[in-house]
């Protein structure tokens, strides 16, 4: 950039930041140059640098391919990157908005000899917006620098931009506001209206002296996150700091694409955060931090999970506000701790006042309680008083083989893209290095299908042509469709009326059950136990993400006579606790 920099078109009173950190965020905008355009109005470029040389084009649309020194890795394209940079301080910084500072930018790959796929017609979306230059276009990045800054930062902008008020815009807010207002998707009913309500109440008392944490338990289907969007909303368009949290990416990038109508990376992007976000942000930086999957969240964060201290307390320490939408029984990973007495413990030492609520109508599975209480029998993860299945208004199938179960899912989902396949997790993803395996395959049967984890990432339960794929745990968990046909895997079999779990048959790909083994030498039954629970939860969880309808396939004989067994007689009582889990 210094040689860049080093020309007569460009003044040397200019302003330049170096790795300038976005507050609130764990982004950095690698170089940022502010002044004057012709017309004497502040302008601020913004330019992410990129070394990469080797590029390759992937099917998503703000994806590339580039070449670490680990092997191929998929990345944000560099002109979405600068871009979504740009709608940050526009949405946020009120020196930008207010004052009308323009910003302008752009990607330089000073690596990068050939351009074919940077700027490949796929990505003009966000080319358009932030256009990128190669190694040989120094020229030309010249000339569109020169052109946004023709005079030096003599109003001092980034000093003020830096040093000035962080929050939403009325704009941002407005827009917000437009896009619920009359969205079906998003309508509250009867108890979500009352909870929605007192979390805008407690939010409004609340400060950094005041700290407030509102827990809300709701199982599946009972509209926590229709209240969370809903909140986020409102407390924008109070021009509050809020945001949308949640572990996985699917249900941010679901309900960001529900409620923007578009696939597409938005100016609303983000007000969603992973929860990973908040490790190391300044205390009650945020107004409200609306956390949904609270049972998804973890103890330390980053790729090896050595990051930070507890990410409980740092969602807490970091907002006035906090609302966990926690459902104890939809922890389905090792690492999950989202728990009531976990968040208590942490909001106590913060000093924080912790309130409760309750979500009990369900609006998933055809208001049926008494087939979630059935299936909890089922499973044998808890008795209830549910033991016979009965007319519950919903349709719930055990087939015969894994492409009778495909056959009808395809049927369903002709209707309006609304029916989809999921698995327990014990098959390795395969395709990921070869487009040309399936990963799930069942020969005696003739079945083979791909798992969803390639080209639609987060949004796979609601695009077009994911019926063609297999869903697991983690782009489902939080999500609804109206049917869902479920393959169990040889992770959970049956034997003599006894469900028995089988840790070991999960596939090598999975993290899920990371840290099992660990925890076996150490105290054998506890782990066997943990470990239970958690396949148990999943399969609970893929079982009840259909609001009309669940059909059921399991690989293993003796399990699919068990549950077609069910259908025709009372459950027998069971000792809740006892788990039988053979060893490999």
């Not at 728990?339 to 413990?345: G, R, S, T």
């Not at 098959?427 to 639609?456: C, E, H, T």
């Amino acid at each position: 950039m210094f040689h860049l920099m080093n020309t007569s078109k460009i003044p040397d009173d200019a302003g330049v930041a170096i790795e300038y950190s976005l507050p609130h965020t764990k982004k950095r905008i690698d170089f940022i140059i502010t002044g004057e355009d012709e017309n004497n109005k502040e302008k601020v470029i913004i330019i992410e640098l990129k070394q990469w040389s080797d590029i390759g084009r992937s099917e998503k649309e703000d994806i590339v391919v580039t070449r670490f020194r680990h092997g191929l890795s998929e990345e944000p394209h560099p002109s979405y990157q600068a871009w979504s940079y740009s709608e940050w301080l526009r949405s946020f910084s009120v020196t930008v908005y207010e004052e009308g500072i323009g910003l302008e930018p752009c990607a330089y790959l000073h690596n990068c000899m050939d351009d074919a796929v940077i700027r490949d017609d796929f990505y003009n979306y966000y080319l358009e917006k932030a256009p990128a230059f190669c190694k040989s276009d120094k020229q030309k990045l010249q000339d569109f620098i020169s052109r946004f800054v023709k005079y030096g930062d003599k109003k001092k902008t980034l000093y003020r931009i830096e040093n000035g008020e962080i929050r939403p815009s009325k704009n941002l807010a407005d827009s917000l506001k437009s896009l619920l207002d009359g969205n079906r998707e998003f309508i509250m009913i009867d108890a979500q209206k009352v909870v929605y309500e007192t979390a805008l109440a407690l939010q409004k008392r609340s400060t950094s002296h005041n700290k407030n944490v509102l827990i809300i338990e709701g199982g599946p289907g009972t509209g926590k996150s229709v209240v969370a969007i809903n909140l986020l909303v409102a407390i924008t368009s109070k021009k509050k700091n809020a945001r949308y949290v949640t572990k996985n990416a699917a249900p941010r990038a679901v309900f960001e694409s529900k409620l923007t109508g578009t696939f597409k990376k938005t100016q609303f992007s983000n007000m969603f955060s992973n929860s990973e976000s908040f490790l190391g942000a300044d205390k009650d930086s945020f107004d409200a931090l609306l956390v949904d999957e609270a049972h998804r969240l973890n103890e330390k964060s980053g790729f090896y999970k050595n990051q930070g201290e507890n990410q409980i307390k740092e969602l807490i320490e970091a907002s006035k506000f906090c609302t966990f939408f926690l459902d104890e029984d939809q922890r389905v990973t090792w690492s999950d701790i989202g728990e009531k007495k976990e968040i208590e413990k942490w909001a106590l030492k913060e000093g924080a006042a912790v309130h409760y609520m309750k979500l009990d109508s369900q609006f998933r599975c055809n208001g049926s309680d008494g087939y979630l209480a059935w299936l909890d029998n089922a499973l044998q993860i808890r008795e209830t008083a549910n033991t016979e299945f009965e007319d519950f208004d919903y349709d719930f199938r055990i087939l015969e083989s894994p492409s009778e179960l495909k056959d009808i899912i395809f049927q369903k989902n002709e209707v309006n893209n609304k029916a989809r396949l999921l698995a327990g997790y014990c098959w390795d993803w395969v395709s990921r290095k070869d487009d040309s395996l399936n990963d799930i395959s069942i020969p005696q049967y003739g079945f083979a299908m791909k798992w969803n984890l390639a080209m639609d990432g987060g949004r796979w339960i609601i695009s077009p042509s994911s019926v063609n794929e297999v869903g697991c745990i983690h782009t489902c968990q939080g999500l609804e469709t109206d049917y869902v046909g479920v393959i169990i895997g040889p992770d959970m079999i049956v034997r003599d009326g006894k469900i028995i779990t089988r840790p070991e048959r999960r596939a090598k790909t999975d993290a899920s059950l990371k840290g099992f083994k660990k925890a076996f030498k150490e105290n054998p039954k506890a782990a066997l136990e943990r470990a239970g629970l958690i396949i148990k939860n999943t399969y609970r969880t893929l079982m009840t993400r259909g609001m009309k309808g669940c059909y059921v396939f399991s690989v293993d004989k003796e399990t699919n006579d068990y549950f077609k067994d069910l259908m025709s007689r009372p459950l027998r009582r069971m000792d809740i606790g006892r788990d039988i889990t053979l060893k490999k």
